[in-house]
T-cell receptor, first 111, second 112 residues
Framework: DAKTTQPNSMESNEEEPVHLPCNHS???????IHWYRQLPSQGPEYVIH???SNVNNRMASLAIAEDRKSSTLILHRATLRDAAVYYC????????????FGTGTRLQVFP | GAGVSQSPSNKVTEKGKDVELRCDPI?????LYWYRQSLGQGLEFLIY????????KSGLPSDRFSAERTGGSVSTLTIQRTQQEDSAVYLC??????????FGPGTRLTVL
């Protein structure tokens, strides 16, 4: 399985944008880039996914480098509720498949 | 609608005892997954069921761990002869044929 590399932790102030980076230099052409987050004492929740083009949804935006070796999850206005561990995961298909979680990035949001 | 539910929410057991953890997936979801998360660690894949296909058991850490899914719905994860290193939060997730995984709240297992 292709690996992802993320910073261990990041900090942000409330209502500021947050850019969470992920490196995946060994990504293959069929790997989708998925992001999940885990709030304290909860199971993970899906955030966003993409293949080649940038993606937007109500939670976040995903910017994918042209060579696909890196991507960035963008939270446009961080709130205290966005404090969580964010996981960048490569998945062979968009269909059903197991998720291989790394250590993720712990995001702290300050008021 | 109802999400993924798991029971019990907490389980304390003694070393050497068997435990069963239950997962009720979202109705209609064909895929079901088990993961575990040890204290302060990331999530570790255990097993994956997809429809009537043979399950992917590649993540089970030992033969003390087994899981079944009856009628394509409810799943039970069984740990035999529990050890202290089995203490973790066990998370279940389900997904439709195509789509993201929806996680349950987990079962916190403590082996004394």
């Amino acid at each position: 399985d292709a690996k992802t590399t993320q910073p261990n932790s990041m900090e942000s102030n409330e209502e500021e944008p947050v850019h969470l980076p992920c490196n995946h230099s060994t990504i293959s052409g069929t790997d989708y880039i998925h992001w999940y987050r885990q709030l304290p004492s909860q199971g993970p929740e899906y955030v966003i996914h993409g293949l080649t083009s940038n993606v937007n949804n109500r939670m976040a935006s995903l910017a994918i480098a042209e060579d696909r070796k890196s991507s960035t999850l963008i939270l446009h206005r961080a709130t205290l509720r966005d404090a969580a561990v964010y996981y960048c995961i490569l998945r062979k298909t968009y269909n059903t498949d197991k998720l291989i979680f790394g250590t993720g990035t712990r995001l702290q949001v300050f008021p | 609608g109802a999400g993924v539910s798991q029971s019990p929410s907490n389980k304390v057991t003694e070393k050497g005892k068997d435990v069963e953890l239950r997962c009720d997936p979202i109705s209609g979801h064909t895929a079901l997954y088990w993961y575990r998360q040890s204290l302060g660690q990331g999530l570790e894949f255990l097993i994956y069921f997809q429809g009537n296909s043979a399950p992917d058991k590649s993540g089970l850490p030992s033969d003390r761990f087994s899981a079944e899914r009856t009628g394509g719905s409810v799943s039970t994860l069984t740990i035999q002869r529990t050890q202290q290193e089995d203490s973790a939060v066990y998370l279940c997730a389900s997904s439709p044929r195509v789509g993201e995984q929806f996680f349950g709240p987990g079962t916190r297992l403590t082996v004394l």
